[in-house]
């Protein structure tokens, strides 16, 4: 028995307590994954920033590795399934009347604001 550890926060999204995602798709071999950085701003202030790579290599290696061990079980992934490969930016801590922005530069930016 170990006791848990951060990289078992990050690998479950224990972390998280929701999700924003934007209307516009990326097929994933349209761009080189492993390059795709962001801004994390908050209030309109840079908190984090962060490179795709820094998800195992490559952000796909995770999804590859689910899938994998889904068809070892019998089971797979379906079409319209929102599987999350993991940040590349740290976590913030938010409050209400917060806004976040995340900008992904030429892949596009999406924004939120948290109500009370």
Same mark, same amino acid.
């Given at each position: #028995? %170990?006791?848990?550890?951060?990289?078992?926060?990050?690998?479950?999204? =224990? =972390?998280? +307590?929701? @999700?924003?995602?934007? +209307?516009?798709?990326? %097929?994933? #071999?349209?761009?080189? &994954?492993?390059?795709?950085? *962001?801004?994390?701003?908050?209030?309109?202030?840079?908190?984090?920033?962060? &490179?795709?790579? /820094?998800? @195992?290599?490559?952000? *796909?290696? /995770?999804? =590859?590795?689910?899938?994998?061990? &889904?068809?070892?079980?019998?089971? +797979? &992934?379906?079409? /319209?399934?929102?599987?999350?490969?993991?940040? #590349?930016? %740290?976590?913030?801590?938010?409050? *209400?009347?917060?806004?976040?922005?995340?900008?992904? /530069?030429?892949?596009?930016?999406? +924004?939120?604001?948290?109500?009370?």
């Amino acid at each position: #028995f %170990r006791s848990r550890q951060i990289v078992d926060t990050i690998a479950d999204n =224990a =972390a998280s +307590g929701g @999700m924003v995602i934007g +209307g516009r798709t990326i %097929r994933p #071999f349209d761009v080189d &994954l492993r390059w795709v950085g *962001a801004t994390l701003s908050q209030n309109g202030v840079i908190e984090e920033t962060g &490179l795709a790579a /820094g998800i @195992m290599g490559h952000p *796909a290696a /995770g999804v =590859a590795w689910l899938v994998k061990k &889904l068809h070892e079980v019998g089971q +797979g &992934l379906k079409a /319209g399934d929102i599987v999350l490969a993991g940040s #590349f930016t %740290r976590p913030i801590t938010i409050k *209400a009347g917060d806004v976040v922005h995340a900008d992904y /530069g030429p892949l596009g930016a999406i +924004g939120v604001r948290f109500a009370a």
